[in-house]
């Protein structure tokens, strides 16, 4: 099982920027895909944004533009730049890993933004 950490999640007012990171446990095979997933109360979990080995990117149509992902591939590491956060970003958000066809997720870091 591989282990995801994540971190920088937190308070901010809309408008403003937050910085998630995400580090892998997995050290011996790069991880085919790493990316961020969100979940609002109330609401099922949703694609934020990913990015494969090859870096193929892949965003929800409402971050675009706004959030950036970006991957460090030998070291299985993803991080995710959120700029112009508004209230409806609030959620939490969670890293996630996928191998072979088999899926990883983090415990989640909590990100709301004030209005």
Not at 43 to 55: C, D, F, I, P, W
Not at 63 to 89: C, Y
């Amino acid at each position: 099982q591989v282990q995801l950490v994540e971190s920088g999640g937190g308070l901010v007012q809309a408008g403003g920027s937050l910085r998630l990171s995400c580090v892998a446990s997995e050290r011996r095979f790069t991880l085919d895909v790493m990316g961020w997933y969100r979940q609002a109360p109330g609401k099922q979990r949703e694609l934020v944004a990913t990015q494969s080995r090859n870096g193929k990117l892949n965003y929800a149509d409402s971050v675009k533009g706004r959030f950036t992902i970006s991957r460090d591939v030998a070291k299985n590491t993803v991080s995710l730049q959120m700029n112009s956060l508004k209230p409806e970003d609030t959620a939490v958000y969670y890293c996630r890993s996928e191998r072979q066809g088999r899926t990883d997720w983090g415990q989640g870091t909590q990100v709301t933004v004030s209005s």
